[in-house]
């Protein structure tokens, strides 16, 4: 026990524990997208597969309430402190109740993937002062990733430019959270609101929340490319509602001229 505690404990990012956290992560999400597509054959197998992750998924944000805070945390230990522990109740439990390929749903799964990448691959959490920590840290991060990849594999949510208003509204919402549990929950940043993400990085909330728009509107543009007609895709609707546009306000305009016209001859 020494010996797991010893290289665990006091570790870097990318150093040996990091690294082999990251293996099983890949190997356990690798296996669960194996075993979905062999054996889940029908839509009710594949939505089955998805409520059960989402439901281990939550039972190890809550788990890690527990022994983040000794087993014994107070009802403001056990509220979510960052935007990953948020993410870490939220996503899950959209999942669980939210419909199939809803709006509000893929909110959920983009900002927890976003969430879970960016602490498993910087390796935010690594090198805590407890194993346990460490551990239950990495497993509903990780879950969170393999959550939204299943999702979107299975296309039980699919990226589109018309739900990336629901990622800004989504955002917003937090950033109140976030505003409210700093000053009246006695958090010192939650959210990110007060230092960046990564420390020494420009990363800020803000900078981070307009890159996640972006990320969701070039994800969804790419997406519509790869499975869309031309004549399907959002930028070419937009597109043709420009010209549309424009061409009924030259329209309007001849119609003044000649209007005009008419009324100077007379």
Not at 158 to 178: A, E
Not at 202 to 218: H, R, S
Not at 240 to 250: G, I, M, Q
Request: hydrophobic share 45%.
């Amino acid at each position: 026990m020494e010996q797991i505690k010893s290289f665990f404990v006091g570790s870097s990012p990318y150093e040996g524990p990091h690294i082999l956290l990251m293996i099983l992560w890949a190997i356990m999400t690798t296996l669960l997208l194996l075993f979905t597509f062999l054996f889940a054959k029908t839509e009710r197998s594949k939505i089955t597969v998805i409520k059960v992750t989402a439901g281990i998924s939550l039972l190890s944000t809550i788990l890690s309430r527990f022994i983040y805070n000794d087993w014994t945390p107070s009802l403001i230990d056990f509220l979510p402190n960052s935007f990953c522990s948020t993410m870490g109740f939220v996503m899950p439990l959209f999942v669980l109740f939210c419909k199939k390929d809803s709006k509000n749903l893929y909110f959920a799964l983009f900002s927890g993937f976003i969430g879970g990448v960016l602490t498993l691959f910087s390796g935010d959490n690594v090198g805590q002062e407890r194993v346990q920590n460490t551990f239950i840290s990495f497993l509903y991060h990780g879950l969170m990733i393999t959550l939204a990849i299943l999702c979107f594999a299975v296309k039980y949510s699919k990226p589109s430019l018309d739900k990336v208003p629901r990622v800004f509204i989504g955002l917003s919402v937090m950033v109140v959270y976030g505003v409210f549990s700093n000053q009246v929950l006695g958090y010192s940043n939650n959210m990110y609101l007060n230092a960046p993400l990564l420390e020494g990085t420009p990363f800020t909330w803000w900078v981070t929340g307009i890159l996640m728009i972006i990320i969701a509107i070039v994800t969804s543009l790419i997406y519509e490319a790869i499975t869309l007609k031309w004549h399907d895709q959002s930028l070419y609707k937009c597109f043709r509602f420009c010209a549309d546009y424009f061409k009924s306000l030259n329209v309007k305009n001849k119609k003044a001229e000649i209007e005009q016209k008419n009324k100077i001859s007379k």
